[in-house]
């Protein structure tokens, strides 16, 4: 099917980046714009903020209570952002909606971000958080079963990670991976993969600004070439927990997250994926208002369920 309408539609008004290098502190003070106030946000039981004690020292946290339950499964969000935007305001209503939908207990994890963090910070943050949830379990009212990690765009990539460290390092809680049109390989070939030629212009991310738009990252010394960077490079995929793999028909990244997700079934892991129709990269953050793509939460609790399986 074509790109959804509305969104051709917000894409063609929206305006042409500024010329020359990207700057960070501006970008980001763009995105905080966009943040809606606390009254007009998804309202919950609970939502509050603290830091997480971890290996890597002190994440800040926001966690998302979604009614009055004493116990609850745990979900560990990483935000995208190509590893130097997004924060836990511009994602706020993603984690929201999560916890509204799969009725988990959601942690969302505000990493250190390149350039100012160096690789591999923002990755250590994440992983530890999740260490951290487990070692805290009494206190977040964890109730001992699910343990899932989602995350979007750079988000997907860190959650791919952190499985493939928390298996090598012998720690099998994580239950559940959700990666919402995931980044698992930071080689920018446009040749490498046809959706980085179909998609290369026109649907918002552009294949040609996925290696200035990740450079912050890839020059704070996170080699494409490290499974902990491209996750997709890692060799042995068995052992990993059931996983999600989300992607969009218009993103220039769909096609390494669909061959993602046979990897893992071809290693053994259970792997639900599912490919948006009209939708591009992006969708969980900027089109999740759209009846379509609403259903994105939804599909994730059932797949938290054990409702869904392909």
């Given at each position: 099917?074509?790109?959804?309408?509305?969104?051709?539609?917000?894409?063609?008004?929206?305006?042409?980046?500024?010329?020359?290098?990207?700057?960070?502190?501006?970008?980001?003070?763009?995105?905080?714009?966009?943040?809606?106030?606390?009254?007009?946000?998804?309202?919950?039981?609970?939502?509050?903020?603290?830091?997480?004690?971890?290996?890597a020292g002190?994440?800040?946290?926001?966690?998302?209570?979604?009614?009055?339950?004493?116990r609850?499964?745990?979900?560990?969000?990483?935000?995208?952002?190509a590893?130097?935007?997004?924060?836990?305001?511009?994602?706020?209503?993603?984690?929201?909606?999560l916890?509204?939908?799969?009725?988990c207990?959601v942690?969302?994890?505000?990493?250190?971000?390149?350039?100012?963090a160096?690789?591999?910070?923002?990755?250590?943050?994440?992983?530890?958080?999740?260490r951290?949830?487990?070692?805290?379990?009494?206190?977040?009212?964890?109730?001992?079963?699910?343990?899932?990690?989602?995350?979007d765009?750079?988000?997907?990539?860190?959650?791919?990670?952190?499985?493939?460290?928390?298996?090598?390092?012998?720690?099998?809680?994580?239950t559940?991976?959700?990666?919402?049109?995931?980044?698992?390989?930071?080689?920018?070939?446009?040749?490498?993969?046809?959706?980085?030629?179909?998609?290369?212009?026109g649907?918002?991310?552009?294949?040609?600004?996925?290696?200035?738009?990740n450079?912050?990252?890839?020059?704070?010394?996170?080699?494409?070439?490290?499974?902990?960077?491209?996750p997709?490079?890692?060799?042995?995929?068995?052992?990993?927990?059931?996983?999600?793999?989300?992607?969009?028909?218009?993103?220039?990244?769909?096609?390494?997250?669909?061959?993602?997700?046979?990897?893992?079934?071809?290693?053994?892991v259970?792997?639900?994926?599912?490919?948006?129709?009209?939708?591009?990269?992006?969708?969980v953050?900027?089109?999740?208002?759209?009846?379509?793509?609403?259903?994105?939460?939804?599909?994730t609790?059932?797949f938290?369920?054990?409702?869904?399986?392909?």
């Amino acid at each position: 099917m074509p790109l959804h309408p509305r969104i051709a539609e917000i894409l063609a008004d929206l305006p042409a980046p500024p010329p020359g290098p990207l700057d960070p502190a501006a970008m980001r003070a763009g995105e905080e714009t966009q943040v809606p106030p606390l009254d007009q946000r998804l309202p919950l039981h609970d939502v509050r903020d603290t830091i997480a004690d971890t290996a890597a020292g002190p994440v800040p946290v926001r966690i998302y209570t979604p009614t009055d339950a004493e116990r609850f499964g745990l979900l560990i969000y990483f935000h995208g952002g190509a590893f130097f935007l997004g924060s836990l305001d511009t994602h706020d209503h993603v984690a929201r909606h999560l916890a509204q939908a799969t009725g988990c207990r959601v942690v969302s994890v505000g990493y250190r971000r390149a350039p100012e963090a160096a690789f591999p910070a923002g990755l250590d943050d994440c992983y530890g958080t999740v260490r951290w949830a487990t070692d805290h379990g009494d206190e977040l009212g964890w109730d001992g079963t699910t343990l899932a990690i989602a995350g979007d765009s750079s988000g997907g990539t860190f959650v791919a990670a952190v499985t493939g460290l928390a298996h090598d390092d012998g720690f099998d809680r994580i239950t559940h991976q959700v990666l919402y049109y995931p980044s698992l390989d930071l080689d920018f070939d446009a040749d490498r993969y046809p959706s980085m030629r179909e998609n290369a212009v026109g649907y918002g991310l552009e294949t040609a600004g996925l290696a200035p738009f990740n450079a912050f990252y890839l020059d704070s010394g996170a080699d494409p070439a490290d499974p902990r960077v491209s996750p997709i490079k890692r060799e042995d995929l068995t052992g990993l927990p059931a996983a999600l793999v989300v992607t969009a028909e218009f993103d220039p990244l769909r096609d390494e997250g669909e061959l993602y997700a046979r990897r893992l079934e071809e290693a053994g892991v259970p792997v639900t994926a599912r490919r948006y129709a009209g939708a591009n990269h992006g969708f969980v953050q900027n089109f999740s208002w759209i009846p379509d793509y609403a259903q994105v939460f939804e599909e994730t609790a059932a797949f938290l369920r054990g409702d869904t399986h392909e």
